[in-house]
């Protein structure tokens, strides 16, 4: 079993930049692909960004080239670099992750492909 843990939400200034971290624990597990979603008031969750344990990415389209996706597979960490944040960028921020790195290639897209999940952080873009 795994756990995710998210931090880094708050509430910012639309134009600003915030950074989100998760960090996955537990024992005798493996990981592989690691990434982030996000749901906002009335919509569904939808893909952020996620990365493969080897460095291949895949973005939102409404987030290219805003955000940023990084992780250290040494510690198990993954983080999320926000800039020009703006008010549609408002939701709970979810951390994901799976044992095998299918879900960026195959569609990353559909929530019900990941493993794991981490309890969601808040982030509030205020203008």
């Known amino acids: 079993q795994v756990q995710l843990v998210e931090l880094g939400g708050g509430l910012v200034q639309a134009g600003r930049s915030l950074t989100l971290s998760c960090v996955a624990s537990g024992s005798n597990f493996r990981i592989n692909a690691m990434g982030w979603f996000r749901q906002g008031p009335g919509k569904q969750r939808e893909l952020v960004a996620a990365m493969t344990s080897g460095g291949k990415t895949v973005y939102g389209n409404s987030v290219l080239g805003r955000f940023t996706i990084s992780r250290d597979n040494s510690k198990n960490l993954v983080y999320l670099q926000m800039n020009s944040l703006k008010s549609g960028d408002t939701a709970v921020y979810y951390c994901?992750?799976?044992?095998?790195?299918?879900?960026?290639?195959?569609?990353?897209?559909?929530?019900?492909?990941?493993?794991?999940w981490g309890q969601g952080t808040q982030v509030t873009v205020s203008s």
């Open positions: 994901a992750a799976d044992p095998t790195n299918g879900p960026v290639y195959s569609g990353s897209t559909d929530i019900t492909i990941w493993t794991y």
